[in-house]
């Protein structure tokens, strides 16, 4: 990342595992409850506020 100097751990082979999982879940379309329950949130959130992305 840029602007980041400070050394970084690497993740755990564990991590990387559940990373490709929930990938795998979000191309497939079998989301489990959890995020199911994130994206409902999401979208309630973007309801109530504006969200603007500063590109700086």
Do not use: Q
Request: overall charge positive.
């Amino acid at each position: 990342m840029l602007g980041i100097n400070s050394p970084r751990e690497p993740i755990t082979p564990e991590f990387s595992k559940k990373i490709r999982e929930a990938l795998w879940r979000a191309t497939t379309g079998n989301l489990n409850a959890e995020e199911r329950n994130a994206i409902r949130r999401g979208r309630a959130a973007r309801k109530k506020w504006k969200i603007v992305w500063d590109a700086k």
